[in-house]
């Protein structure tokens, strides 16, 4: 028999065990909460539904439930742990330093990824087979762009509405994708570092010229630029999705690849990318070969404005002409707490205006493929947000994170806003670009 979950109050009662314990999900990080609330009104999912099961509180006394063997992890369990957007909002909130990330991620392993059983297995296989193949990868994307060119796109009028909303969430593939013209790119001037850089998996393909951007800002900031060519996808999705044992070898094939290059750092432009890389000690913890080197690999990931902002801009910058507000990736400024560097760097910018938006901190509902598994929840927290960036005046907004720039161009093509969006490094690079380009008409 399955206890209710559905209506559950605080405090919730204690039970006799009446199924199977799950070792999977009796984890150290529950006993660190006390129970005292704090996080509840920075949890998104509270926000809009306002009940305890939707709260991180709530969320942990399931967890620890199940994990007891008081409730089933069945659907009702899944539905309240996947309705969380991992956003880790509540890390932030919580005075008692829970890890809400690693008891959601646990849950995760245990439940699977979200959605009918359909969905999941396309997940499953997506995980397991595209992911860790960038390869596929790349196929997949030239089939999306002939679809795209095609006049099939006329054909998803017709689809289902659910169906329809997923189609528009597809960003424009470019012509183009990013291949680095050589594995190691010398600094420009004098060299300060060497560094290593994450190509991706979506970034080099969707976001090309922005991989293209921050290789150009680091090396004008004297870096040399490795680009290894053994790297491949980080595993962020698979984490979060409970597909541990893939992003395992996914983790483990990245630190060889980025250990043998011998770099100082190794940059990240994708904010949930970094915090997962940041966190393989976790991922492999007691890997008798690994757990050494993932310590090692993690203390060298740096967000690239983390970086830059540490080791001093150099150069002359020219203007951006720009009103803009700034949206924290979730996993930016909860998972890495990298909050002041970005503004720093766009401070640096003249001629750019930052406005600060209220609650920028707050999740724009993107969260990996929540946007695709919890539309209803991901519309409101978008369009929410899509009212703060209004609220604001600003003509762009930078969100250095790709979800995030995909889902706030969604929502600025919702709200007929004409909102830009940029990553950082993209403005970045255009200061650059603008003060060499005031250097050629002043020699000229
Ligand atoms: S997770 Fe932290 S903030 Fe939330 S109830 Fe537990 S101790 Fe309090
Ligand atoms: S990760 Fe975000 S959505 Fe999930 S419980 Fe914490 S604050 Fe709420």
Not at 4 to 33: A, F, K, N, W, Y
Not at 367 to 384: K, Q
Not at 407 to 430: E, I, N
């Amino acid at each position: 028999m399955e206890t209710s979950v559905s209506s559950m109050h605080l405090p919730l009662q204690r039970t006799e065990p009446h199924g199977p314990v799950v070792p999977g999900l009796q984890i150290p990080e529950l006993d660190q909460c006390v129970h005292c609330g704090l996080c509840l009104t920075q949890c998104p999912t509270y926000r809009v539904t306002r009940l305890e099961t939707e709260s991180p509180r709530g969320r942990i006394h399931l967890v620890r439930a199940a994990g007891e063997g008081r409730i089933s992890t069945g659907e009702r369990f899944a539905e309240h742990l996947n309705l969380c957007l991992m956003c880790r909002a509540c890390e932030t909130a919580c005075p008692s330093g829970v890890k809400y990330g690693r008891i959601a991620e646990a849950a995760r392993e245990v439940i699977g990824p979200p959605g009918s059983a359909l969905s999941r297995a396309v997940a499953r296989l997506a995980f397991t087979q595209l992911f860790p193949r960038l390869g596929r990868m790349r196929v997949l994307l030239r089939l999306l762009r002939f679809y795209q060119r095609s006049g099939l796109r006329a054909v998803a009028r017709v689809l289902p509405r659910r169906l329809r909303e997923m189609e528009a969430l597809l960003p424009p593939v470019p012509a183009r994708f990013f291949t680095p013209e050589a594995e190691v790119l010398p600094a420009i001037g004098t060299r300060r570092a060497r560094v290593g850089l994450l190509n991706g998996c979506i970034m080099p393909l969707l976001f090309g010229d922005i991989n293209a951007a921050t290789v150009r800002v680091l090396r004008r900031n004297g870096c040399e630029v490795v680009i290894p060519k053994g790297q491949g996808c980080c595993g962020a999705l698979n984490v979060h999705n409970g597909e541990t044992t893939a992003a395992k070898a996914m983790a483990k094939r990245n630190i060889d690849a980025f250990l043998a290059a011998g770099v100082d750092a190794v940059i990240v432009n994708a904010a949930g990318c970094g915090a997962t890389m940041k966190e393989y000690d976790h991922l492999l913890r007691g890997d008798p070969e690994y757990t050494e080197k993932a310590a090692r690999f993690s203390a060298l990931c740096r967000d690239a404005s983390e970086f830059l902002a540490d080791l001093g801009l150099t150069g002359p910058l020219g203007p951006v002409d720009m009103t803009v507000t700034y949206q924290d990736p979730c996993h930016l400024a909860h998972g890495q707490k990298v909050r002041a560097q970005p503004r720093q760097l766009l401070a640096a910018i003249p001629g750019l205006t930052l406005i600060e938006m209220e609650a920028s901190d707050r999740c724009c509902g993107s969260a990996g493929i929540y946007n695709v598994t919890h539309p209803e929840m991901s519309r409101t927290l978008l369009d929410e947000k899509m009212t703060s960036i209004g609220r604001t005046g600003a003509e762009a907004v930078v969100a250095p994170n790709p979800g995030c720039m995909l889902q706030l161009r969604y929502g600025a093509q919702r709200a007929k806003a004409g909102t830009a969006v940029y990553h950082l490094m993209d403005l970045l690079d255009q200061a650059y670009q603008a003060a060499e380009d005031d250097a050629g008409r002043a020699r000229a």
